[in-house]
DNA sequence: AGGTTAGGTTCATTCACCGAACTGACGGGT
DNA sequence: ACCCGTCAGTTCGGTGAATGAACCTAACCT
């Protein structure tokens, strides 16, 4: 564990959510999870980051209990990454850090918005409706393209996450059947 | 930059936050400064943070305009930093980080307990007033001790921070008389 | 048999973090 | 004048983590 050493002695609950969250990349994975992304593979060529880093966030991950590692076939023995109830519960922390981070950091061009499924309207801060006024969960977020995203990022996963689309929803078969159970 | 290089091309103002905030201790930092601490040795006692890492993360965040460097006496120059605008719209981020980890991380006793300064409620997650129904700028918000918090810390920092007081109020002159003068 | 895909592990290099020591400007005591 | 202490850093050697490339395994495709 990297920060655990010097975090710990810390009185405070925001310094023991940063030993889970805090390391380089782990926020960065918890949000393309929420976006959909599950598989390995599909981390490492959506985020850029190095194979050996990404197993052992997403190791740490599993053991946080923020991602469950499921098999999801066996013949080829594959697994892949799924939040957990614990991983649901960060959503308000990326949301208020994508608030800030279009609202604070200069020159800073919406990328996504995210919407209240129901009823269309864009997210508050907090991921809350300000009309239906109630936080929304994640799986009731449709997430939509903004002016500032690249039209034509070079990896298949970003490619899949230029439609407007649900968060959670596992991306890369959007045009694939569904495997197997109803 | 640690963190720019990879996150730079990253389609997402989360990233674009991290690459700010997303530093060892630099959350940390930000944290102290909510609770009062503007001077170098005091964040430096409060954080146990090596010398040469604070230097670096208090320029960074100047940089970043999220602390604001200003000198407050002359004859030995000495310098404080407070938070800006943008520093303090970082307020829900440390808000819903701090509500995850005493909610979601095992074994974690409540250490601090944040209220509405105007009507004594407990703040929600997102650091609205459930009472009042609003969202409470950090100014208005009311520090207390809680249950896991060392009730005698080594630092003088985090003495003064054992007693209730408001966010921002600067730290370390409650029962020091003034050095020097009068 | 050979190639491809998914999911890693191993390795050398680079880089950031760490702790301790040092600097430098000032102020106070003797 | 001299020494000591404080504040705010900077410098420096050692350690550990991140990085990118190569390698490995197991299974499927042809």
Same sequence: chains 1, 2.
Avoid at 14 to 22: F, M, P
Avoid at 118 to 123: F, I, N, P, R, V
Avoid at 137 to 159: I, N, Q, S
């Amino acid at each position: 564990m990297a920060l655990g050493k010097d975090y710990a002695h810390q009185q405070c609950s925001i310094a023991r959510a940063l030993e889970v969250v805090g390391e380089r990349w782990t926020l960065l994975v918890v949000r393309d999870a929420f976006y959909g992304v599950r598989r390995y593979n599909d981390f490492l060529v959506h985020l850029g980051v190095p194979r050996a880093v990404l197993a052992a966030r997403l190791q740490a991950l599993v053991e946080a209990g923020v991602l469950d590692k499921r098999r999801y076939q066996e013949s080829p023995p594959r697994d892949e990454y799924v939040l957990t109830e614990r991983g649901l519960a960060l959503w308000p922390v990326l949301r208020s850090l994508g608030a800030w981070g279009r609202a604070e950091v200069p020159g800073a061009v919406p990328v996504r918005h995210f919407h209240h499924a129901d009823c269309g309207t864009e997210l508050g801060p907090y991921g809350e409706c300000p009309l239906c006024r109630v936080p929304v969960p994640p799986a009731d977020v449709e997430m939509r393209p903004g002016a500032g995203l690249d039209p034509d990022p070079a990896d298949p996963v970003g490619r899949a996450l230029l439609a407007p689309r649900r968060l959670l929803v596992p991306v890369g078969r959007e045009d694939a059947p569904e495997r197997g159970n109803s």
